[in-house]
């Protein structure tokens, strides 16, 4: 009795950490004109963000929105556009937000020279740090004379 109880609830955690593992996720399946156009259409999907999701693109999202955008870039994919007219499309929709690299505009320099600012900045301040160091170091280690003299006199004094 005792047997049977144990090899049912095995059983059964057996089938509950089996159904746990198997994550399934929907799949998009599209039958695509030519291998070509699905390259495109996976490169696009990799280079736009997905809105809703933030930091993930159009392919590793599941978001319906994600969904959305895949299908919308398939359809235009398979009409012929262009990558540029595609993602102008996009751009307009949704704005530079999904677009994984920003364009090179006005609006977006401290996005691609703020690092580099912030280095050089990094940099200057680091430079006169270590000089002033190292001039209060050079300053400290030179004795006239007369403080040698001086120096002599204090120990010779605490020495006895």
């Not at 291998?35 to 495109?40: G, L, M, P, S």
């Not at 949704?94 to 977006?108: N, Q």
């Not at 006169?128 to 007369?146: C, G, H, M, V, Y």
Request: glycine share 4%.
């Amino acid at each position: 009795m005792i047997k049977s109880l144990i090899k049912k609830v095995t059983a059964v955690m057996i089938l509950m950490s089996v159904a746990l593992f198997a994550n399934a996720t929907p799949v998009d399946t599209y039958q695509f004109k030519s291998t070509d156009n699905q390259k495109r259409a996976l490169e696009l999907a990799h280079s736009l963000r997905c809105p809703q999701c933030q930091n993930q693109n159009l392919i590793d999202s599941n978001s319906p929105v994600a969904q959305d955008l895949r299908l919308e870039v398939y359809q235009m994919v398979d009409e012929g556009k262009a990558d540029n007219e595609i993602i102008e499309f996009m751009t307009s929709r949704y704005g530079e937000f999904v677009l994984y690299k920003p364009r090179m505009e006005a609006k977006t320099y401290i996005l691609w020279l703020g690092p580099l600012g912030l280095l050089l900045f990094g940099g200057l301040i680091g430079f006169f740090f270590i000089r002033k160091q190292r001039i209060a170091e050079a300053n400290n280690q030179d004795l006239t004379t007369e403080d040698q003299q001086e120096l002599d006199r204090l120990l010779k004094r605490d020495g006895k």
